[in-house]
């Protein structure tokens, strides 16, 4: 499965759109992009996948370029409760489909 | 949406003793489950990919005998630290596989004195 690269850590205002990008400049045809989050102490949670269309769900929304070398998660009005580690992983949805889990974002979101 | 359980959230065993921590898909069926063990302040790092019915596939540094993992049903697996030693002590995080990826269980804080 082709590596990820995030940002360590961001900040965010409350009621802001939290934007986390991440690349994936060696992602392959057949590979999704998938977002999870992991909040202190829990197990992650599913976010949202996409494979080269933008995606939208009650949670958030992805958008991921033309060439889908990079991608953009957006939590679009940020409370304290999205205050968590944020995971961008790629792999393919066939095969051996295991999660690999880079060092992902840690977003705090600000009062 | 699917519910995966994992019991118990939290052990504390003496060195020397062992520890089975389970994991359960509460609404569905999971051919696969993964095992994960996350230390603090890094990242998820899998540990084997739990097959229902087959040998669970180790990842490499996994030491087998002393991670078993046994998937005998569509709903369960367990995962059981042997001789557990205090550098054991971590957080063990299950996920089922599903069509659109995977669900985690919410994870177990595992203290070995």
């Known amino acids: 499965d082709a590596k990820t690269t995030q940002p360590p850590s961001m900040d965010c205002a409350e009621g802001r759109a939290a934007n986390l990008p991440c690349n994936h400049s060696?992602?392959?045809?057949?590979?999704?992009v998938y977002w999870y989050r992991q909040i202190h102490s829990q197990g992650p949670q599913y976010i949202i996948h996409g494979l080269k269309n933008n995606e939208t769900n009650e949670m958030a929304s992805l958008i991921i370029t033309e060439d889908r070398k990079s991608s953009t998660l957006i939590l679009p009005h940020a409370t304290l409760r999205d205050t968590a580690v944020y995971y961008c992983i790629v792999r393919v949805v066939e095969g051996a489909q295991k999660l690999v889990f880079g060092q992902g974002t840690r977003l705090t979101i600000n009062p | 949406g699917a519910v995966v359980s994992q019991h118990p959230s939290r052990v504390i065993c003496k060195s020397g003793t062992s520890v089975k921590i389970e994991c359960r898909s509460l609404d569905f069926q999971a051919t696969t489950m993964f095992w994960y063990r996350q230390f603090p302040k890094q990242s998820l790092m899998l540990m084997a990919t739990s097959n229902e019915g087959s040998k669970a596939t180790y990842e490499q540094g996994v030491e087998k005998d002393k991670f078993l993992i046994n998937h005998a049903s569509l709903t369960l697996s367990t995962l059981t630290v042997t001789s557990a030693h205090p550098e054991d002590s971590s957080f063990y995080i299950c996920s089922a596989r599903v069509p659109i990826g995977a669900f985690f269980g919410q994870g177990t804080r595992l203290t070995v004195v």
């Open positions: 060696t992602i392959s045809g057949n590979e999704y």
